[in-house]
């Protein structure tokens, strides 16, 4: 039987979480909501959108859980103040595992957290409470990631790496082996990170420089083709 649920979220990281959990998970969305002043829709994916300021009492925490299904916003802090709201009204904060993820068992992690297919996570990893980790990724062996962080496709975590809460991995950046990270660290694209970081760090790669032919040129000038 399908756990009821509720989605806080209706953009396109909800739209995202809502295909898995329904589709790759044993959840059924009963629900979305986002606070009233942001309802632009009267349906989501053909559940019912409500008022947040309402939805307590049309869909009560004894009978339906919730998932945070927001994104980064603000170092992860919009997430994760819906997430502590959400836990105060009590709510049961549910966890998605794709069951394609490859995780092994011993993993701990904790609530409100969102794991997709095809992420590379080994042995005795932790994961706090509201951790996204998207297809691609990879965790090394016995690394803790601290609560609130967002790691995106193909960052790549070494082994026995701590991070602290409400960081953010983007896209193939990289945390050498024994690596600690402090809180709210900004890890941008194509990063490389070899020692500690202090609370706050931003960690971000120059982008790469445009040629001044323009493709076609270039083509022409090139072996390319």
Known sequence: MKK???????????????????????????????????????????????????????????????????????????????????REMGYELVTFVHPESGMPACTELGDNCFVMNNVAIQPWVKLGHNVFVFSGAMIGHHSSIGDNCWVTSTANISGVV????????????????????????FLGANSLVTKDLADGSVVIQKSTDVQRLNSDQFLKMSRFT
């Not at 649920?5 to 209706?10: E, H, K, M, R, S």
Request: proline share 4%.
């Open 4 to 86: 009821k649920i509720v989605l806080f979220g209706t953009g396109k990281i909800a739209d995202v979480i809502h295909y898995q959990m329904t589709h790759d998970g044993d959840f059924e969305v009963a629900a979305a909501t986002v606070d009233r002043e942001y309802i632009t829709t009267d349906h989501f994916h053909g559940a019912p959108v409500v008022p947040f300021e309402e939805i307590e009492e049309k869909y009560p925490p004894s009978e339906y859980g919730m998932f945070v299904a927001l994104g980064y916003q603000s170092m992860n802090d919009l997430r994760a103040a819906k997430v502590a709201t959400a």
């Open 162 to 185: 701590t991070a602290g809460q409400n960081c953010f991995f983007a896209t193939s950046s990289t945390v050498a082996h024994e690596v600690k990270l402090g809180d709210r660290c």
